[in-house]
């Protein structure tokens, strides 16, 4: 046989062995089509199956049920031959009177966490300006993690990623959350916490709704951050932790600085800084120029001063100087060792002396009296 003749063999076999029958179980995953069709899986436990709603009957059903609602559904076995897919035609869609197990553990999680203040924002941290060495807790093969690398090499290439690689969905995913989340605590300099994965379905983010991994991200000492699914995701990590980020993307933007602005910051502040010094070197130049021009005008004034007094003094000495007597005519005798003779026991017959006049001197020598 073809592929071809299997696939329509096998449709022909489920569709003419199961009959339409009414089903229970909870709504998952539920994805409107632009042209108005649904499609979703029907959960109840560990069992689920895929299901598509035509427009036809979308119309009707009224607006799409929100994951985790329980709802009655009456279904007809299909087999999608080109892909070859098992599921569920849905015709009719009916509320039950409750929420699915799924939802009531979530809401009974979250009214838990709400009671011990988890969600108050008053216990929310401020994530630091330059992150140095940021924790990721995400799964080595997940696109979460290539995003946050690429993000980070780009924005802030020296800080350092330390990766814990863990399971975040799945069996096992709880606890290899928890697990990674402790690490954190014991690793040394680290700044930030990043913990997020890719998009997926509700089931697929149930690892970020368990109660066990909301108390471990609350008891990480750095700041931290949650990244878990798209932007319309929003899981109980996302409440618990300091800052909530759309995408992993996003989150390696909130935790690591952008050199560029960076950089446009420090410029901007050098900038600054130039023109206040060059202000301040300008106040003082021009200060110290008014204060020489005052210490000039003093020093000038007190040159002055001394000068016309010295003048005055000079002036008076000059006045008082034996040479002013010699100008009115007088003569002064000076012995040969230069000693003013001033007594007439001074000059001894035949010796002698200079007479010192205005103009000069004049040899001169003592006579005997007749």
Request: proline share 5%; glycine share 8%; aromatic share 6%.
């Amino acid at each position: 046989m073809s592929v071809s003749q299997f696939t329509a063999a096998v449709k022909r076999m489920v569709q003419g062995q199961i009959p339409a029958l009414w089903l229970r179980g909870e709504v998952v995953g539920l994805k409107p089509h632009p042209k108005g069709h649904w499609y979703f899986s029907l959960r109840e436990g560990e069992a689920q199956v895929r299901c598509a709603m035509w427009r036809t009957y979308t119309q009707r059903a009224g607006k799409p049920p929100k994951d985790g609602t329980e709802v009655f559904v009456l279904a007809r076995a299909d087999f999608y031959e080109a892909k070859g897919d098992f599921q569920l035609s849905i015709t009719r869609m009916l509320p039950t009177a409750g929420v699915g197990a799924a939802q009531r553990e979530l809401e009974r999680v979250k009214e838990a966490l709400q009671r011990d203040g988890l969600f108050d924002p008053a216990r929310k941290r401020r994530l630091p300006e330059l992150a140095c060495t940021i924790a990721v807790v995400t799964s080595l093969a997940g696109a979460a993690l290539h995003d946050i690398v690429t993000v980070v090499r780009k924005r802030w290439p020296c800080c350092r990623l330390l990766v814990i690689d863990a399971r975040v969905q799945g069996e096992g995913a709880v606890e290899a959350l928890v697990a990674a989340l402790r690490l954190v605590n014991r690793l040394s300099g680290v700044d930030l916490c990043i913990v997020g994965r890719g998009g997926g379905g509700r089931e697929d983010l149930a690892a970020f709704n368990a109660e066990a991994v909301c108390r471990a991200l609350a008891a990480v000492h750095v700041p931290t951050i949650s990244a878990v699914g798209h932007e319309t995701d929003v899981s109980l990590t996302d409440l618990v932790a300091d800052y909530r980020a759309p995408t992993p993307s996003a989150a390696a933007e909130a935790a690591v600085a952008d050199r560029l602005e960076v950089r446009r910051q420090l410029d901007d502040l050098a900038a600054r800084l130039a023109s206040g010094l060059s202000g301040r070197t300008r106040l003082a130049d021009e200060r110290l120029g008014r204060t020489a021009d005052r210490l000039y005008a003093a020093v000038t004034d007190t040159v002055r001063r001394d000068r016309t007094r010295l003048e005055r003094l000079a002036a008076q000495l000059d006045a008082l100087s034996p040479l002013r007597i010699l100008d009115r005519g007088y003569a002064v005798p000076v012995d040969p060792d230069g000693h003013v003779l001033k007594r007439r026991d001074e000059f001894a017959p035949g010796a002698p002396f200079t007479l010192r006049v205005a103009d000069g001197t004049v040899a001169a020598r003592v006579e005997p009296a007749p």
